[in-house]
């Protein structure tokens, strides 16, 4: 079975409508369930003490781990919304598909083998560039860390990796989808260039609306070409 996994509710709202997705009527402490016919959808949920998304690496790697432990969930599909480098040139709410590799660029260990572990290199599976050619979509290197800024050596690590876009859950899905040897495919659109002035935090609640349109319509797309959905 294929889950699907979007970190924050307002990425999710439409995708929700659009499969007529249900709410699963038993719900973990982390993460919040739907079902819509074949496909389970996660998302992080709402943080108790804050009452905020669970955005982040914590939550992802957890809910990934008991999709698959616990739900029979063989195939995961990541849909959410990320930076992007100035270098990658690319728009707001432009969509790109995860390959070669996802990184961490904030999981530091200078230890032997311990630094490749905390680097993560995670590979994604290789049909992904020609599904990407198919859509006419751009793929990208992507790199997590658990902030949404960044500090110097953090870009210092995302660009020598060739990473191009940023998020805060793809290296904790990568990571647990590769522990369990279950494929990953990440579709990622842009709300912010990251390393301008201009703060991300801002322009991200300023494009969301706009790329969670995107994330809605690609994802969409992308679950028609796998058979999962039609409109
Ligand atoms: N300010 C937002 C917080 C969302 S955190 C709010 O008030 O709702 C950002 C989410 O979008 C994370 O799930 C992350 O994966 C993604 N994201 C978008 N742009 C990002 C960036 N520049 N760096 C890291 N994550 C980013």
Known sequence: MLALYIAMEAEAQDILDALDAQR?????????????????????????ATGVDCVGTEPAGIVANDLIVHHGVTRLFNAGTCGAHSSLEAQIAEAFLVSPTIFS??????????????????PMPKEIP?????LGLRTAILSSGNSLDHTERDLEIFLANGARIKDMEGSSLAWVCRQHDIPLTSLKVVTDIFDLPHPAAEQFNANLAQAAESVTAVTLRILQEWGLFDN
Do not use: C, N, V, W
């Open 24 to 48: 699963l009527p038993q719900q973990p402490i982390i993460g919040t369930y739907y079902q819509a016919g074949d496909i389970l959808i996660a998302t992080s949920g709402k943080d108790l």
């Open 105 to 122: 660029h904030d999981h530091r260990i200078p230890l032997p083998r311990f630094e490749e572990f905390g680097m993560g290199a995670h």
């Open 130 to 134: 020609a599904l990407a050619k198919k």
